[in-house]
Every structure is written in structure tokens, then in C-alpha cells.
Nanobody, 116 residues
Framework: VQLQAYGGGLAQAGGSLRLSCAAS????????MGWFRQAPGKEREFVAE????????SYADSVKDRFTISRDNANNAVYLQMNSLKPEDTAVYYC??????????WGQGTLVTVSS
């Protein structure tokens, strides 16, 4: 599956951004979809995940109650609504896909910058 993330940009602290990820190449609904991020000088970290049926989601503690992951299987897309943004949310955000086990398909990343 090929993944294309977009929607990043500059936001002020307390603001919102919505990231999108378009998937192509395989049956999108077969995949568990996730968002990860990598801040400058730090390792890539898990942000959120949504299961195939959209009923089960999980979040990193740092974004819980601020970010919402969702998916549209009919349009092969996954989204990350980011509210109450903080400067520490600044990072390159990646969407990723997996069948089971570890994530094996990655998009190219989109930069989110949050100013204080």
C-alpha cells in the first residue's frame, strides 16, 4: 500500500490542524492505520492507531483527549484531528499501515510546527 500524508503546516499554540493520509494500492480496510511523529533530535514515537472497523482506537498519553484519529474506508483515507496544539507537538507526522504485528508501510511525512 502507498501512503501520502498531507495537511501539515504552521499553527499557534491552542490551535487546530487536521492531517489526512490517502492510501492506494491494496484493500485499505484490511489495514490497521496509525500516526507517528518525529520531533527534531528525537526518535519517532507512536501517536494514535485505529483498527479496521474504526471501533477501536488508541492514543499516546501525550495526545489523549486532544487528538482524534478516524478513517474512511470507502475513500481509503485516515485522518488525525489535532486540537489544543502545543509547541511540543511540533514534529514530522507520518501515517503508517500494518496487517498485524509491526507497521511495515509508511508515508513520507508532513511537517507540523506549533508556535508558542
Amino acid at each position: 500500500v502507498q501512503l501520502q500524508a498531507y495537511g501539515g503546516g504552521l499553527a499557534q499554540a491552542g490551535g487546530s490542524l487536521r492531517l489526512s493520509c490517502a492510501a492506494s494500492g491494496r484493500i485499505f480496510s484490511d489495514f490497521v492505520m496509525g500516526w507517528f511523529r518525529q520531533a527534531p533530535g528525537k526518535e519517532r514515537e507512536f501517536v494514535a492507531e485505529i483498527r479496521r472497523s474504526s471501533r477501536i482506537t488508541s492514543y499516546a498519553d501525550s495526545v489523549k483527549d486532544r487528538f482524534t484519529i478516524s478513517r474512511d474506508n470507502a475513500n481509503n483515507a485516515v485522518y488525525l484531528q489535532m486540537n489544543s496544539l502545543k509547541p511540543e507537538d511540533t514534529a514530522v507526522y507520518y501515517c503508517a499501515a500494518r496487517y498485524d504485528g509491526s507497521y511495515s508501510f509508511w508515508g513520507q511525512g508532513t511537517l507540523v510546527t506549533v508556535s508558542s
